[in-house]
């Protein structure tokens, strides 16, 4: 009797620590959309995430939030948290190019990486599912339309287009 008590506590550990396992970047982020600043780049949950890397109130904060999410779903790479999205640029990422013309994948869970031409100027997301050039993604510092500067945390849908200065570059994976 007791063999059987400790086998079935056994498998609800098991059963626990999976679910946690199932946990991802994209179910965290999806627990702040909605979020909206109540100025411009202020507000409660805006300056919790701009907190978090040591950058001022009134700053643009995607990438606070992208590293809100990468710290609060534990994961181990990359182990950059910054309010600079250009920062997540590393030797994993892939280049948007190649990802455009079927030659690497981009999917549920990677980093996406705008930049603005030549400068250190750009945006970050967290995609939710890509294929090719088009991809769902949830972004901080962001709004309705075609915004990279808005008003909180939202779904988008969004293309790899090469004509714009200031378009996707990279994907950079994730891992837990």
């Given at each position: 009797?007791?063999?059987?008590?400790?086998?079935?506590?056994?498998?609800?550990?098991?059963?626990?620590?999976?679910?946690?396992?199932?946990?991802?970047?994209?179910?965290?982020a999806e627990k702040?959309?909605?979020?909206?600043?109540?100025?411009?780049?202020?507000?409660?949950?805006?300056?919790?995430?701009?907190?978090?890397?040591?950058?001022?109130?009134?700053?643009?904060?995607?990438?606070?939030?992208?590293?809100?999410?990468?710290?609060?779903?534990?994961?181990?790479?990359?182990?950059?948290?910054?309010?600079?999205?250009?920062?997540f640029v590393t030797?994993?990422?892939?280049?948007?190019?190649?990802?455009?013309?079927?030659?690497?994948?981009?999917?549920?869970?990677?980093?996406?990486?705008?930049?603005?031409?030549?400068?250190?100027?750009?945006?970050?997301?967290?995609?939710?599912?890509?294929?090719?050039?088009?991809?769902?993604?949830?972004?901080?510092?962001?709004?309705?339309?075609?915004?990279?500067?808005?008003?909180?945390?939202?779904?988008?849908?969004?293309?790899?287009?090469?004509?714009?200065?200031?378009?996707?570059?990279?994907?950079?994976?994730?891992?837990?």
């Open positions: 009797m007791w063999l059987m008590r400790y086998f079935w506590w056994l498998l609800l550990f098991f059963f626990l620590q999976s679910q946690s396992l199932l946990a991802d970047v994209v179910s965290t702040y959309v909605g979020v909206r600043e109540s100025g411009h780049n202020r507000g409660y949950w805006v300056e919790k995430f701009q907190a978090f890397v040591g950058i001022p109130k009134g700053s643009p904060w995607c990438a606070a939030f992208v590293s809100w999410v990468l710290e609060e779903a534990r994961v181990k790479y990359p182990s950059i948290r910054s309010g600079l999205a250009m920062a030797k994993r990422s892939i280049k948007a190019k190649h990802v455009a013309k079927g030659y690497k994948q981009a999917g549920r869970n990677f980093l996406v990486i705008w930049k603005r031409g030549d400068t250190w100027k750009g945006h970050i997301g967290i995609v939710v599912n890509w294929h090719k050039i088009n991809g769902e993604t949830i972004e901080g510092n962001t709004g309705n339309g075609n915004l990279r500067d808005g008003d909180g945390v939202y779904r988008k849908k969004r293309s790899i287009i090469d004509s714009q200065s200031f378009r996707i570059e990279y994907f950079t994976p994730t891992e837990l």
